[in-house]
Every structure is written in structure tokens, then in C-alpha cells.
């Protein structure tokens, strides 16, 4: 699943806070790590109303603007950086639609959520968002590089 000829890409998730109080922290990582992506940064952090804001700017004015900003600020999240061919898109597929009721089942939002807000994960949805907001949550030095290890190595 690496052939040299593919775009290797970091995307910014991260886990809302209803995905921590509910424990589903493990559930969704392990979907990402099955599927093949490789974590490059990970961190728990209580989103301050600024950082809400900025990462959330292209929705002011949105009448679901104000609670969505509560909500991702009500409780700690768990923020990562993953980093696979195709990453940005791939976990897009991978966590499904934002509204569970488009979700297939299959997809984390699909198979973990049943409300538009409280929908489980965030997953930057272009290359420049990606960029854009893996600089809001990590520095350089957060971010790591190291090989996976193939099967001979278990
Ligand atoms: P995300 O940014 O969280 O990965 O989700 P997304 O791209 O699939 O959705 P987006 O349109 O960027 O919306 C950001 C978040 O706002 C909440 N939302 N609520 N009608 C509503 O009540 C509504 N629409 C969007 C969701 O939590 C969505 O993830
Ligand atoms: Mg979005």
C-alpha cells in the first residue's frame, strides 16, 4: 500500500469531546491504524474559545456556528496527525459523512454517531486546510518521523 508513486499527505483530526466522555477514544484510533495510516503526532488538549474560533472560521455567522463552538470547547479532545497516501481524502472516507444519517455504515460516523455536532471526529477536508490547522494545534517538534514496521518485524 506504498508504492512510490503516491502522494504522501499529513491530515489534522481530531476526537470531539463527547468521543472522550464516551470512550470511544481507542474505537477510533484503531480504525485509523487498521486502515493504514501512520500517527505523526498525537496530543489530549482542552481547546481554548480562540483556538475554537480560528479552526472553526469558515462557519461564523452559521446558525450552528455558536453551539458548535461551545460544544468543542465543553471538554478535553484528543488531536492527531496522520500521514498516508491520499491521507487527507482517505480519512475522510473514513470517517463518513458529516451528518450520521449519510454516514454508511462502515464509517466511524456511520456506525459511532447520531447527531450532526456531536458526529465523533474532525478531519481536515483539503490540502490547505490540513495545512492551516496541523500549524494551529502542533509544532514542528511534535510532529515525528519514524518508520512502521513491516510484518517480518513482529
Ligand atoms: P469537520 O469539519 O468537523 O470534520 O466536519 P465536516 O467538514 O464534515 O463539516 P463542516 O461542514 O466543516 O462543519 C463543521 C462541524 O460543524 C458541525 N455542524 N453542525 N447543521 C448543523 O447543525 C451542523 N452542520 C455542521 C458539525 O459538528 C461539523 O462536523
Ligand atoms: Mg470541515
Do not use: C
Not at 104 to 122: F, Q, W
Request: glycine share 8%.
Amino acid at each position: 500500500i506504498r508504492e512510490g508513486t503516491q502522494v504522501e499527505e499529513r491530515t489534522f483530526v481530531y476526537l470531539k469531546p463527547n468521543t472522550i466522555q464516551r470512550q470511544l477514544v481507542g474505537e477510533v484510533i484503531r480504525r485509523f491504524e487498521r486502515r493504514g495510516l501512520k500517527i505523526v503526532g498525537m496530543k489530549m488538549l482542552w481547546m481554548s474559545k480562540e483556538q475554537a474560533v480560528e479552526l472553526y472560521k469558515e462557519h461564523i455567522g452559521k446558525d450552528f456556528y455558536e453551539p458548535l463552538i461551545k460544544f468543542v470547547t465543553s471538554g478535553p479532545v484528543v488531536a492527531m496527525v496522520l500521514e498516508g497516501p491520499h491521507a487527507i481524502e482517505l480519512v475522510r472516507h473514513t470517517i463518513g459523512n458529516t451528518d450520521p444519517l449519510k454516514a454508511s455504515g462502515g464509517t466511524i460516523r456511520g456506525d459511532y454517531a447520531i447527531s450532526v455536532r456531536k458526529n465523533i471526529v474532525h478531519a481536515s477536508d483539503s490540502l490547505e486546510s490540513a495545512t492551516r490547522e496541523i500549524s494551529l494545534f502542533f509544532k514542528a517538534e511534535e510532529l515525528f518521523d519514524y518508520p512502521l514496521l513491516l510484518e517480518e518485524h513482529f
